[in-house]
């Protein structure tokens, strides 16, 4: 059983669950303080019954949670190597655009939404002014942040490593656009390729690495809008006396995760935009992955190993999209979800501001 911490964390469950035995007592009692029982006493006595031990059940559970202890999430396989499940999300469903997921405590269905034209079109554009800047085309130097530098958000694993009194965290991750299903394999073999060539130092690498990811991202088809990708470079290493970054620890307890892209660009109306996502973990040792995401993290390692050289065996992060905010100073900005569409009713606000007419 846990200490008074654990309690503390399980009190708004325990006020609900003793809510619903009050309720339930007092309506039988007062059926009860006349002569007798009557049938219909007897029924809400049996339903009574049944319903006590689906609160005790209930209260037992809320009670033995061990929020504040610390979990190792690592199997070893039969050769020595190590690898995990992430358990808190299933994505058997994944090709339906669906995912179950361990949010808070608790199993949720989400639908899986595509990525507007709005973020869409930006991201490739400030990708494509990347590769300008790399070739010195432009008129200004190679900065982080933008397209595919965001923040990311988590929270939720409360012991963690136990170097912080607080589960949220914010970590800056370079995020990728994923192939299409259909496009897979074709992109796959082409980054190897480019890998392979990393690896023998070719010194024509660099640009023609350039332009083919330019004619790449100019097809915008080749793109999956419902996830983007990341790898979790620094879990799975114990070069600084720990083993697990926060953002996987919180991933791994509550795969929850706010995606925060911000032009740096353009300062007028500050493009910017909030991408709230289901993360799935990925670790190459994984003897039974899910197939579509273990494709998109050697995707994911083969472009980083093209670009920096070395292993592809790092862990990938699949960002699944289940919703897109737009927080620009615009007219369809300020916080307003843009996907799914939702509608709402501040249009005396948005004229107070002088966004619209």
Not at 172 to 178: N, S, T
Not at 326 to 345: D, E, H, I, K, L
């Amino acid at each position: 059983m846990p200490g008074f911490q654990g309690y503390k964390s399980a009190f708004p469950e325990i006020l609900n669950i003793v809510a619903v035995s009050i309720i339930v007592t007092g309506e039988l009692t007062m059926e009860n303080n006349t002569k007798g029982i009557k049938r219909r006493s007897f029924l809400k006595w049996g339903g009574a019954s049944l319903l006590s031990g689906t609160i005790l059940s209930s209260l037992k559970t809320a009670l033995s949670r061990e929020p504040n202890s610390k979990k190792d999430y690592w199997i070893t396989g039969p050769d020595g190597e190590q690898y995990f499940v992430h358990s808190t999300v299933k994505a058997d469903k994944i090709n339906d655009a669906t995912l179950k997921a361990r949010v808070d405590h608790w199993w949720h269905t989400y639908r899986l939404a595509e990525l507007d034209d709005n973020f869409f079109d930006w991201y490739i554009k400030d990708k494509l002014d990347m590769y300008s800047i790399m070739a010195g085309e432009a008129d200004h130097p190679m900065a982080n942040g933008g397209h595919h530098h965001p923040t990311v958000a988590t929270c939720g694993n409360r012991k963690g490593r136990g170097d912080s009194s607080f589960s949220l965290n914010t970590a800056i991750k370079g995020m990728a656009l994923l192939p299409r299903d259909e496009y897979m394999k074709e992109l796959i073999t082409a980054m190897e390729s480019f890998k392979e060539r990393a690896d023998a130092r070719d010194p024509d690498l660099a640009e023609d690495l350039r332009s083919w990811r330019i004619e790449i991202y100019n097809e915008k088809s080749l793109w999956d809008r419902t996830a983007l990708g990341s790898l979790e470079l620094f879990t799975g290493f114990e070069a600084f006396g720990f083993k697990e970054t926060h953002t996987f620890q919180n991933m791994m307890e509550n795969p929850v995760a706010t995606v925060l892209f911000l032009d740096i660009w353009q300062t007028a109306s500050a493009p910017c935009w909030e991408i709230r996502t289901i993360p799935f973990l990925v670790h190459y040792n994984d003897p039974s992955p899910v197939k579509k995401f273990e494709d998109w993290r050697y995707y994911l390692a083969l472009s980083h190993a093209a670009y920096h050289g070395g292993s592809t065996s790092f862990i990938g992060c699949i960002y699944n999209v289940v919703e897109e905010f737009n927080n620009a100073v615009t007219a369809n900005g300020f916080g307003q979800r843009a996907v799914p569409p939702f509608t709402y009713t501040v249009a005396s606000i948005k004229k107070k501001l002088g966004l619209i007419s």
